[in-house]
């Protein structure tokens, strides 16, 4: 999976510079928020602007990436849905899960 | 009575080939000259419900085995569309996994009960020497 990595404080956004997040792909993304917890960094941003297409284990990733954060005294917020991801979030009623934001500006803001 | 539609394609047993699949699925969608639902709508669940099912026959049924293959038919009409995914697993109790509500930070579980909610019947099977996952949508 293509990831865009940039560091603004204690916070990271990564980008996902993929169209489709799935159980191919999705993987990678849970191992990268993994070796950032274990570095210490536990608040995330997750740009999802390029993702046109997510199945459950993209949002399994991101749930976990959630949880590993959470327990870690951080946190996690999306930003840039697309409407068909946006759908998904409510589909599965994820949306009451994660802070969602519309633009990473805001999101950064946010902590 | 319009004619059906169909598709037979057999990949090999690996998450490369989800997009590929799903993106077939998309592509019926818009090709069903008389639906008149959301089109872009049903062209993402179809690519969903194809993703899902795949997916589930890859990582679970065939347990990852890059020896063995999973057979997709696709077939549609305006009036209804129907995918079978055959794997060559163990199968499942697929009416335990529809009741099992996942846990709102669970981390899977979500992906059987995506399909049962966008798809009108869905049965899980044995044809032959494989099990088959078949999902039906009405459109009418």
Do not use: W
């Given at each position: 999976m293509?990831?865009?990595?940039?560091?603004?404080?204690?916070?990271v956004?990564?980008?996902?510079?993929?169209?489709?997040?799935?159980?191919?792909?999705?993987?990678?993304?849970?191992?990268?928020?993994?070796?950032?917890?274990?570095?210490?960094?536990?608040?995330?941003?997750?740009?999802?602007?390029?993702?046109?297409?997510?199945?459950?284990?993209?949002?399994?990733?991101?749930?976990?990436?959630?949880?590993?954060a959470?327990?870690?005294?951080?946190?996690?917020?999306?930003?840039?849905?697309?409407?068909?991801?946006?759908?998904?979030?409510?589909?599965?009623?994820?949306?009451?899960?994660?802070?969602?934001?519309?633009?990473?500006e805001?999101?950064?803001?946010?902590? | 009575?319009?004619r059906?539609?169909?598709?037979?394609?057999?990949v090999?047993?690996?998450?490369?080939?989800?997009?590929?699949?799903g993106?077939?699925?998309?592509?019926?969608?818009?090709?069903?000259?008389?639906?008149?639902?959301n089109?872009?709508?049903?062209?993402y669940?179809?690519n969903?419900?194809?993703?899902?099912?795949?997916?589930?026959?890859?990582?679970?049924?065939?347990?990852?085995?890059?020896?063995?293959?999973?057979?997709?038919?696709?077939?549609?009409?305006?009036?209804?569309?129907?995918?079978?995914v055959?794997?060559?697993?163990?199968?499942?109790?697929?009416?335990?996994?529809?009741?099992?509500?996942?846990?709102?930070?669970?981390?899977?579980?979500?992906?059987?009960q995506?399909?049962?909610?966008?798809?009108?019947?869905?049965?899980?099977?044995?044809e032959?020497?494989?099990n088959?996952?078949?999902?039906?949508k009405?459109?009418?």
């Amino acid at each position: 999976m293509q990831l865009k990595m940039t560091e603004e404080g204690d916070i990271v956004s990564l980008t996902v510079e993929e169209e489709r997040m799935d159980a191919h792909n999705s993987g990678d993304l849970k191992e990268q928020m993994l070796q950032l917890f274990d570095e210490g960094k536990c608040n995330l941003v997750i740009d999802l602007n390029a993702v046109r297409f997510i199945d459950s284990s993209g949002l399994g990733a991101l749930v976990s990436g959630f949880k590993n954060a959470s327990a870690r005294e951080g946190n996690l917020k999306l930003c840039c849905l697309q409407p068909q991801v946006r759908s998904m979030f409510e589909l599965t009623r994820l949306h009451r899960v994660f802070e969602i934001f519309a633009n990473s500006e805001e999101a950064l803001d946010s902590f | 009575m319009s004619r059906r539609v169909k598709v037979d394609i057999t990949v090999p047993n690996q998450t490369k080939y989800l997009g590929v699949i799903g993106r077939i699925g998309e592509s019926m969608a818009y090709s069903l000259k008389g639906y008149q639902g959301n089109r872009r709508e049903l062209a993402y669940h179809l690519n969903l419900v194809l993703t899902e099912a795949l997916a589930n026959a890859i990582c679970h049924a065939n347990n990852c085995d890059p020896d063995k293959d999973v057979r997709v038919l696709i077939s549609a009409s305006d009036q209804d569309l129907t995918i079978k995914v055959f794997d060559q697993g163990q199968g499942f109790d697929i009416d335990a996994l529809a009741q099992h509500k996942a846990h709102k930070s669970a981390e899977g579980g979500r992906g059987v009960q995506i399909i049962f909610k966008l798809m009108d019947r869905v049965r899980y099977l044995h044809e032959g020497d494989r099990n088959v996952l078949e999902m039906t949508k009405y459109f009418q």
